[in-house]
Each structure stands twice: as C-alpha cells, then as structure tokens.
C-alpha cells in the first residue's frame, strides 16, 4: 500500500515504537494522526510531523470515536499501528501467600487488550468506508510482544494481555478480509523506549547482553521499518512477527 496522501492512524504516538513509526510513515508521506494521553508530548510531535493530536484513553469507547472522527477529517484512513499500552507487574499469589489483586490484573487488561479491541474496530469502520485502492482499503498493526508467548514471573496482567492480542490477529485478518483490511501484529523483545531508559545503564547493558544477535536493545526505528514494511507488503496478513534478536525469555 502506498501511503501518500492517506491518514496513519499511530496510537501511544507521542514517545518510543509509536513515535518511531509515526516519524518513518510521515517520511512516506502519509499524513499522522498521533493519539496519546493528554500528558504526553503528542500536540508538538504532532505539529513537527504536520499532522494531528487527539488525547484519548485508547480503552475508552467515546475519546476514541472522536479520535478516528478527527483523523478521517485529515483524509482517508488507510493505516493504524497501535502502540499504547502498560506495563505492571503482578504475582497470581503474593510472597505472604495473598491472592493477586484483581483491580490490577483488570486495568492492564483493559488498556492493552480492551484497548487493542477498541482502537482495532473503530480504525476498521474508518477504513471500510474508503474506496478500496488496488482491492485493498487499509493495514491495521497491532503491538503484543514476546511476553505474550514466555511471559516471566510478575508477568501474570502483561503477558496475559499481550497474548490476546496475539489470538486476536489472524482472527481480525479473517473477519476483515471482505473489507479489504489486512491485520499484523508486532512482538517486540527488549527494545530501547522511555519506559527503559528509567533503568540503570548496567541494568540495560545485562539486558542486551541476554540477546542472542544482537547484542543489544532493540530500537525504537527498528519497529518502525518494520510497520512500514507490513503496510507496503500486501501479502503480509494475519501474522505475528516477533522482533526480538532471537530472545527467549527466562522464567525470571
């Protein structure tokens, strides 16, 4: 799909994987519409790439309605790559031997699994209303990440979470395969975001160095190519591709 011209739809925008991909498919020349949290940097990102800013919690049914609203007034939706999410770590039974909390285990959940579902469908409906270009109306790409495959102790809400959205993919590509929608995922390993960048630099660098090939972080521009490459390859569709160094994570 060329993407001139067409509205990219980039949730968690404002900052690391989201703001990589936001940089990478404006160079293509789409137009960006950068959907972030009212504390984020999302308006000036958003007037640096020469497109839109739309707070919205990503799990909240109305904000995200108006979003998709505001993007579809810059152009035709063709392309979400859905980057917001949390972490937050949780045992199914704390050290003391006390259940887990619930609250917690259903917010992550709401954020990142509800949050895909909601981003994903509302995006689709924008899309389904586009004339189809070359039989194809738009490319949805959402985030999981290797946890959701070998989740590690602590994990329970995140690894959980990200698992649905793997389950979630080939499902999507199949529902929205007569609309001409394509549907990928990216699962991430360790990569270089904000959220790592709050760790020491020896902590970091005993983190790279679990990474078979390279030995490093990922980057956040690496994801970004990498959603630009889904979203010009036509044929890429209902998949997960996981962007790791060939990281497997250890139960701890």
């Known amino acids: 799909m060329d993407v001139k011209g067409a509205v990219a739809i980039v949730t968690g925008g404002a900052s690391g994987l989201g703001l990589a991909t936001a940089k990478r498919l404006a160079a293509q020349g789409a137009r960006i519409m950068i959907v972030d949290l009212a504390t984020s940097n999302g308006e000036a990102m958003a007037k640096e790439l020469g497109g839109g800013f739309a707070v ?12 998709v609203a505001a993007a579809e007034k810059l152009g035709p939706v063709r392309v979400l790559v859905h980057c917001a999410g949390r972490g937050g770590a949780l045992r199914i039974l704390e ?3 006390t259940p887990g909390s619930l609250a917690q285990y259903e917010a992550i959940i709401r954020v990142n699994l509800t949050g895909s579902f909601n981003a994903l469908r509302l995006a689709a409906a924008a899309m389904a209303r586009t004339d189809a270009v070359d039989g194809e109306r738009g490319v949805c790409i959402l985030t999981a990440s290797i946890a959701g495959y070998e989740g590690q102790i602590g994990q329970i809400p995140y690894a959980s979470s990200k698992a649905g959205v793997i389950g979630m993919t080939i499902v999507a590509a199949r529902d929205l395969a007569s609309k001409g929608i394509r549907v990928c995922t990216i699962a991430p390993g360790i990569m270089d975001t904000p959220m790592l960048q709050r760790l020491s630099d020896p902590v970091k660098q005993s983190l ?3 990474v078979p090939n390279p030995h490093r972080l990922g980057l956040p521009e690496e994801y970004g190519r990498l959603a630009a490459h889904i979203v010009e390859n036509g044929y890429l569709n209902g998949e997960t591709i996981r962007l790791d160094g060939a990281l497997r994570m250890a139960p701890r």
């Open 56 to 67: 919205a919690d990503v799990a909240d049914e109305g904000q995200m309605q108006e979003a």
């Open 208 to 210: 790279a160095q679990g």
């Open 95 to 97: 050290k003391d031997g």
